[in-house]
T-cell receptor, first 111, second 113 residues
């Protein structure tokens, strides 16, 4: 069965902290994605990766970076967390042109 | 640029009633289209997808959707809604070569007993 896991369901961090969100997929998918979800705005793409060490900016990359050292793992990094980064973060993976599989999400609160 | 519009932010239906959630897309070529459902506090689960072929596609949980190229629509339907269908529903279109999906803003479904 397809599985995408995220390291934390809930996370509370302070302003200025460096935050790591981890995502792991067990399906050998090439493509992985990070979205943020906010009420009324839907899902917005932050970054995606189509191979190890490859990354592309999405629609809202500012304030974020990513790392993909292994095919199964895609990390989202908030270099210096700010309150406007309080959100739900969703990771997804995809094999070629097929559907995306989503993790359960990480609800991040920055105080 | 590709885009997806879900005109209804919130819909309330009675249990047992039929349901139709609207989705319109903007895309230059034949689109890959998806419907996802999200229960509160959860990730997104794929309900159904359209890639090509039969324009009426069946999904999980008794849902179906019909692709209408002339109307640029991909509406989701269910003949009889159950209380457990209360959730938020997202329509999405394949963004193209980059592999990302373009999502609508979602429709929240409430079910009255």
């Amino acid at each position: 069965d397809v599985k995408v896991t995220q390291s934390s369901r809930y996370l509370v961090k302070r302003t200025g902290e460096k935050v790591f969100l981890e995502c792991v997929q067990d399906m050998d998918h090439e493509n992985m994605f990070w979205y943020r979800q906010d009420p009324g705005l839907g899902l917005r793409l932050i970054y995606f990766s189509y191979d190890v060490k490859m990354k592309e900016k999405g629609d809202i990359p500012e304030g974020y970076s990513v790392s993909r050292e292994k095919k199964e793992r895609f990390s989202l990094i908030l270099e210096s967390a700010s309150t406007n980064q309080t959100s739900m973060y969703l990771c997804a993976s995809r094999y070629r042109d097929y559907e995306q599989y989503f993790g359960p999400g990480t609800r991040l609160t920055v105080t | 640029a590709q885009s997806v519009t879900q005109p209804d932010i919130h819909i309330t239906v009675s249990e047992g009633a039929s349901l139709e959630l609207r989705c319109n897309y903007s895309y230059g070529a034949t689109p890959y289209l998806f419907w996802y459902v999200q229960s509160p506090g959860q990730g997104l689960q794929l309900l159904l997808k359209y890639f090509s072929g039969d324009t009426l596609v069946q999904g999980i949980k008794g849902f179906e959707a019909e692709f209408k190229r002339s109307q640029s629509s991909f509406n989701l339907r269910k003949p009889s809604v159950h209380w457990s269908d209360a959730a938020e529903y997202f329509c999405a279109v394949d963004g193209g070569s980059q592999g990302n999906l373009i999502f609508g803003k979602g429709t929240k479904l409430s079910v009255k007993p």
